[in-house]
């Protein structure tokens, strides 16, 4: 169970790293080197698709569906703690913080910081990954991480190069997202532990 705590707090404390720092000369630099790196490249930016609020609604209502048809209402309530909860946090965040998005035409009205789909995305697809794969070989979890994380990974990006965020707004939804999926795993394992006693 400690490694749980241990990400959960290396996350969040990066978090809150980035989010003291957005006025700083290294947060300014390093968004312009997120928008010269990734910025207008059409490839990453298709991939904001898989972030979009409607997919990932779509992905928890399947995922809820199908863990109610199979009684496993520990893995549904584990879906809704990341999905609604990780919403509801990021939300709440962004309105406290009041980040404005990078200057482009036809800009989004919403605050910037932390990406939601950077956020949201880490969400769904590790807890994709992390539920569907509990009883499958080490070896086919690994992959289904590695998919999710290379998923999260473009997404975040494709809002650099979409110019909806900027790099600091990614790092904080990746940084956040993976803290709040890390305490919902340690709330899985540690009811899982009493249910079997």
Same mark, same amino acid.
């Given at each position: $169970?400690?490694?749980?705590?241990?990400?959960?707090?290396?996350?969040?404390?990066?978090?809150?790293?980035?989010?003291?720092?957005?006025?700083?000369?290294?947060?300014?630099?390093?968004?312009?080197?997120?928008?010269?790196? @990734?910025?207008?490249?059409?490839?990453?930016?298709? @991939?904001?698709?898989?972030?979009?609020?409607?997919?990932?609604? +779509?992905?928890? !209502?399947? +995922?809820?569906?199908?863990?109610?048809?199979?009684?496993?209402? /520990?893995? $549904?309530?584990?879906?809704?703690?990341?999905? !609604?909860?990780?919403?509801? !946090?990021?939300?709440?965040?962004?309105?406290?913080?009041?980040?404005?998005?990078?200057?482009?035409?036809?800009?989004?009205?919403?605050?910037?910081f932390p990406s939601g789909h950077s956020m949201l995305s880490m969400l769904y697809m590790m807890t994709a990954a992390f539920l569907i794969?509990?009883? $499958?070989?080490?070896?086919?979890?690994?992959?289904?991480?590695?998919?999710?994380? #290379?998923?999260?990974? #473009?997404?975040?990006?494709? /809002?650099?190069?979409?110019? /909806?965020?900027? $790099?600091?707004?990614?790092?904080?939804?990746?940084?956040l997202g993976f803290a709040f999926f890390m305490l919902v795993i340690y709330w899985y394992m540690r009811t899982k532990k009493e249910n079997? +006693?």
């Amino acid at each position: $169970m400690i490694i749980y705590h241990t990400l959960a707090v290396i996350a969040f404390i990066i978090f809150i790293s980035i989010w003291l720092s957005l006025d700083t000369d290294f947060i300014h630099k390093l968004d312009a080197w997120g928008e010269r790196t @990734f910025g207008g490249n059409s490839f990453l930016e298709f @991939f904001h698709y898989l972030g979009e609020i409607w997919f990932v609604v +779509l992905v928890g !209502v399947v +995922l809820v569906v199908y863990f109610i048809v199979k009684k496993r209402y /520990r893995n $549904m309530t584990f879906v809704l703690f990341t999905f !609604v909860g990780g919403t509801v !946090v990021n939300q709440s965040i962004k309105f406290i913080v009041e980040r404005p998005r990078p200057l482009i035409p036809d800009q989004l009205t919403s605050y910037s910081f932390p990406s939601g789909h950077s956020m949201l995305s880490m969400l769904y697809m590790m807890t994709a990954a992390f539920l569907i794969t509990s009883n $499958m070989t080490k070896t086919k979890k690994r992959i289904a991480f590695i998919i999710a994380g #290379l998923g999260t990974f #473009l997404v975040g990006l494709s /809002r650099v190069a979409g110019s /909806r965020h900027f $790099m600091s707004d990614v790092l904080g939804g990746w940084t956040l997202g993976f803290a709040f999926f890390m305490l919902v795993i340690y709330w899985y394992m540690r009811t899982k532990k009493e249910n079997s +006693l």
